[in-house]
């Protein structure tokens, strides 16, 4: 047989130790400070997720190699599914800070291509060009923008990519 202590003890002790709960839950939810940017710094931050243009052309099947084919798969173009790396290429103040090529995903690489880069700046005015390039098949890049920047402390500077909207997005 087990003893239970009364009441009287029980809910002051329960009381104490909810207390000492919310106090250290409390303490450690705003205490220890985290600062991701210095005072005069602000963040440049490339997010985007672009499927490129295919890698190669479509190609038309002779009748010789549709005759091989099952009924079923005699499709009369012959289109790869394998998608072009994404290269992004960014330049603060005329000197490049990110430039980089980004592959398409999925086992196939039929998949968009994903880049996140978070990158610490000075508060200020910059001048801030984007070039991106999402055909494998040319040399120069596909879209540029650029923005006269006067970046507030503690803001963040998007870099995002909308076809719908006219390409590379600055905000």
Known sequence: ???????????????????LFAAFVGYFSTAPSLRLLGDDEALLRLSLLH???????????TPEELA?????MRAALDCPRERSPVRVRVELDGQAVIDESF???????D???????????????????VQLNDDARRTDFTYE????????PGRIV???????????QIK
């Not at 592959?103 to 690489?109: N, R």
């Not at 998007?158 to 076809?163: G, K, P, R, T």
């Open 1 to 19: 047989m087990s003893q239970q202590a009364s009441p009287i003890v029980r809910y002051p002790a329960q009381a104490v130790l909810y207390a």
């Open 51 to 61: 499927p490129g243009k295919p890698k190669a052309d479509c190609r038309k099947r």
């Open 68 to 72: 091989k084919m099952p009924p079923q």
């Open 103 to 109: 592959a398409p995903a999925g086992l196939a690489k």
């Open 111 to 129: 998949g968009a291509s994903a880049a996140y880069r978070r990158l610490p700046i000075k508060a200020g005015p910059h001048r801030l060009r």
């Open 145 to 152: 923008t650029t923005a006269e920047l006067d970046v507030e």
């Open 158 to 168: 998007l870099i995002d990519f909308d076809a719908e909207k006219g390409g590379v």
